[in-house]
């Protein structure tokens, strides 16, 4: 039997913590899908005509899908999970997929917004670095204490986990790391990290800071394969 079904595309960018959240959330699913990575060097320029035309904020990540064109990673995890609700990436009842899909608006906007690069660029102990660091330190102390009773933010695997781990990844990169006095937080990164799909969409990602010389956090060194044996001068965060 032929297949009817449209081809889903997604456009992401090698470095895009938003669009591996969309692209994780597809591969939860066992949805099938065209990844089309845009070009990135020091910033998303020249823009992807397709992300231009689709999306007025001009960034990734943007899904196609038959005569659908969308864009944001929240409007594109909705999306998935009507397209297919198993496996669910919200829990269920009203009130808990309310309390998750905070969970993760926080993680993108309200601990994405600690750690600006420029901040963070600037020299260890400077006073907007050390707000960065701190106002990361207590963020990762109330999901230290929401973890303190269950394995996953929301209770069950969700795109609020999703979200949370790539803006954290971000973060170490950054110079905002997970330490000893989050264990709850170790074990749910090492969960996540364990992931076939949080793995297929990490890798490239992790070979891609290598190949381009940024630094690579630790806690991902494993996935970058013979890219890590290249890493002389790099400095791992
Ligand atoms: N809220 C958006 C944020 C998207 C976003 O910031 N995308 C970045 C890449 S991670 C981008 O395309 N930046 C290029 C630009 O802003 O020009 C989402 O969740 O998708």
Known sequence: MT??????????????????????????????????MVPFVSDYEPKHPEVVRINPKQQVPVLVHGDLEIFDSTQIFEYLEDLKPVPALWPSGPAARAWARILELKSDEVFCAHYPADEFAKEPGCS????????????YRE????????????????????????????????GAPLDATTP???????????RPAVRSV?????????SSKRPV????ADLAGDAAASREGQRPV
Not at 217 to 220: G, N, R, V
Request: hydrophobic fraction near 50%.
């Open 202 to 210: 990490v890798r490239p990602m992790v070979k891609f800071l290598y």
């Open 128 to 139: 907007c670095r050390r707000r960065s660091e701190a106002s990361c330190l207590a963020y």
């Open 3 to 36: 297949s009817v079904e449209p081809t889903m595309r997604i456009y992401s960018g090698p470095l895009s913590m938003f669009g591996a959240k969309a692209e994780i959330a597809a591969r939860e699913k066992g949805l099938n899908f065209e990844l089309i």
């Open 184 to 194: 709850a937080l170790l074990r749910w990164r090492d969960a996540m990290s364990a």
């Open 143 to 174: 999901m230290e204490a929401i973890l303190s009773d269950r394995r996953f933010l929301a209770g069950s695997f969700s795109s609020a986990d999703i979200a949370f781990y790539m803006a954290q990844l971000f973060a170490e990169r950054m």
């Open 217 to 220: 956090p630790d806690f991902l």
